[in-house]
């Protein structure tokens, strides 16, 4: 396996990289284990939004420990020949660190919802039962690090 990291600081890469993917993996710790989730998500402004509901594991290790690691796949892997009729699959991942905020309040809840909903393709909250908002909260991850990592097979 050939691996290749570079770390990324441009803002227009990253939009454009995490804009494509619709699956977030993070690992939180849950004492001296991780603890991986795959969750969807919404990207803006170096911020990783996702919705949540306000209990449960996720929020209780969250609290004692807001800092994760996450990855997203952003491309397929792809299965091509090469010149010596191998078989190769090709991957592109993005791996960061951030910290996580818990937000509750309704404008913030608001605000990071159609972040999320915007990506996933619907263009307002209309849809969504205000009730429901009541519910759920949003985790907001602030990108400290990120990486690209290429790989093949």
Do not use: W
């Not at 600081?9 to 990289?17: T, V």
């Not at 605000?111 to 949003?138: C, F, K, T």
């Amino acid at each position: 396996m050939k691996k290749r990291t570079q770390e990324i600081n441009d803002e227009q890469i990253m939009k454009k990289m995490l804009g494509r993917a619709g699956l977030c993996r993070i690992s939180m710790m849950d004492g001296d284990r991780p603890y991986t989730l795959p969750l969807t998500y919404g990207y803006k402004d170096k911020c990783i939004y996702i919705n949540s509901a306000p209990g449960g594991k996720k929020i209780e290790l969250l609290s004692r420990n807001p800092e994760v690691q996450f990855e997203i796949e952003c491309t397929e892997g792809s299965i091509r020949e090469n010149s010596t009729a191998k078989k190769t699959a090709s991957c592109q991942s993005l791996i960061g660190h951030g910290r996580v905020e818990i937000i509750s309040d309704t404008p913030g809840k608001r605000s990071g919802m159609e972040v999320i909903m915007s990506q996933h393709g619907a263009s307002d909250l209309d849809d969504l039962n205000p009730r429901d908002m009541d519910y759920l909260v949003i985790l907001k991850l602030n990108i400290e690090s990120l990486q690209k990592i290429e790989s093949n097979n």
